[in-house]
């Protein structure tokens, strides 16, 4: 299976792109190892300037059996990719998408194709630098931007601050979304409940060492929709805080 984003299909038959194995051979060629590897490219386009993408292969030996009749990561992460544009989330532009199977149906080998956000880092950088600039820009930004997710039936399952960049070339800074292979939506109401607390508590996991107290309460505030810290929102905090302690808790120091 492989899918060319139209916008790009030319380019990619000007350079002899034209199945899944000669993709595979120009981005790994023989260096795949098994697992996932990441790679940025500069890929030469003909007339134009060259494209700055980053290259994701997911590889198995032996074929697996865990994606029989189901989509890969890499597949799930290019659909994903349309969900937060329906919902105007700025995210990564997916170029194209492989799966690779045996006869049996088990999966070979997958990736993922997607354009580099020009001068971009990720929110963990940025978070880092304990800098007031642009901070309650971005904490609104990622809080209007998960409640959205949420409120649409749709859960993330790897929302860390990894997982996000921040560009500044503009007056204020500006949230993506990045490396999603893993959301979904979810339509039972314990399994929206559960999957709900992962994400933030996901979000807070980093934020609990590189943001103050006040930052995660008017995030969670402000996720909430609320002007003022409601009791509902106080349980949510509460609720976050007992999903860390129970999911993580070799790291787990305590709400500070």
Known sequence: MLRIAPAYRSSFEQLGLTSLESIVAFFAGNSAGRGVSVRPFQLPIPGQPPLSIFYKQYEYRPAAWSFWG???????EYENYAVFRSLNIPCAEPVAIG??????????????ITRAIPEARTLLDFARQKTDSGRAV???????????IHQAGFFHHDLYLRNLLVTTES????????????????HWLP??????????????KAASQLC?????????REYAG???????????IQD?????RMRWPEDWRGPP
Request: glycine share 4%.
């Open 70 to 76: 189901r989509a890969s990561k890499a597949r799930c």
């Open 99 to 112: 799966e690779q199977r045996d006869g049996l149906g088990r999966l070979r080998r997958a990736f993922i």
């Open 138 to 148: 971005l904490r609104q930004q990622l809080a209007a931007f998960t409640r959205r």
């Open 171 to 186: 007056a204020e800074p500006k949230l993506w979304w990045i490396d999603c292979p893993r959301g979904s939506f979810a």
């Open 191 to 204: 399994w929206r409940r559960r999957r709900r607390l992962k994400d933030l508590a996901c979000l807070d």
């Open 212 to 220: 103050s107290k006040a930052e995660r309460v008017a995030f969670i």
């Open 226 to 236: 609320e002007r003022r810290l409601s009791a509902t929102a106080k349980r949510l």
């Open 240 to 244: 976050v805080q007992a999903y860390r």
